[in-house]
């Protein structure tokens, strides 16, 4: 026949054999010269090789290498299909660690939110306990000189703060009253007016005297808003204080044995 692959089907022949150009890792004792010097194949030409060389996409890491027939072609399948195998493994293994990791650190933080919930009842309990301490310390012993101090202080701080809360309720009850004066001062001059200078008045007189006193009103109304929370503020700094006071008395007057415990 004129073609001699066509003369028995059943086996290859060495005319049908290709050539093809991949690119490998650079070997290491190429490395430091670079691809350039990578031998050329005695069967591929110069304008093929040549040609592979100017196409290499990373000349610092890969080199051009020839495929010739379906054997070699068959060995790099193999050959990838491994690595890719070894890849896959590896980016198991590393969701594997990775599963592991955040499990362990929940596990932490939850170890950490418990501990830190012990630290501070471990600290309160301190705090008692060094509480009762120095009451036990002082029993028996006379009331020093800066503790009395401390204790007239507190006890005229309070007397201040009592006589603020009293005026302040004052002030709130005269507020209460001008308001009310205001409304039927407003109400009274509205009839007055209407009833005898009705004609006299101008419709923006009646708007303008109308506002005046809607702000006046409105004025008083916040006034006595504001003395109603200095009140409020006032009794929780007189609760405050009367705590503080009877804390302090009583640590100055306890006698007897104390008793310890915790938790």
């Not at 790099?76 to 293994?93: G, Y």
């Not at 955040?102 to 932490?108: L, P």
Request: charged share 25%; hydrophobic share 35%; aromatic share 4%.
């Amino acid at each position: 026949p004129l073609n001699p692959a066509l003369a028995n089907n059943n086996s290859p022949s060495s005319l049908c054999a290709f050539t093809a150009i991949m690119y490998d890792p650079l070997p290491p004792e190429h490395r430091s010269q670079g691809h350039l010097s990578v031998p050329k194949p005695p069967h591929i030409s110069n304008q093929v090789w040549n040609e592979a060389l100017a196409r290499n996409p990373d000349p610092k890491e890969l080199a051009p290498v020839p495929l010739v027939g379906m054997p070699a072609l068959h060995s790099r399948i193999v050959s990838q299909q491994e690595k890719a195998n070894a890849l896959a493994t590896h980016a198991k293994k590393l969701r594997e660690t990775l599963q592991f990791l955040e499990k362990a650190a929940r596990s932490s933080k939850e170890s950490i939110k418990h501990s830190n919930t012990e630290q501070e009842a471990l600290r309160r309990r301190l705090l008692e306990i060094m509480r009762k301490v120095e009451i036990v310390r002082c029993m028996g012993q006379p009331t020093q000189r800066a503790e009395g101090e401390a204790q007239r202080r507190l006890g005229e701080i309070l007397k201040q703060v009592n006589m603020v809360g009293k005026s302040l309720v004052d002030l709130e009850e005269r507020g209460k009253q001008q308001a009310r004066a205001w409304r039927m001062r407003g109400a009274t001059m509205e009839s007055s007016q209407r009833s005898e200078v009705a004609d006299a008045l101008q419709e923006e007189d009646k708007v303008a005297l109308f506002h005046v006193l809607n702000e006046q009103r409105m004025g008083m109304e916040r006034l006595g808003h504001i003395v109603k929370r200095d009140v409020r503020d006032v009794d929780i700094l007189k609760e405050e204080l009367n705590n503080a006071h009877s804390g302090r008395a009583k640590s100055f007057s306890t006698s007897g044995a104390a008793i310890f415990g915790g938790r």
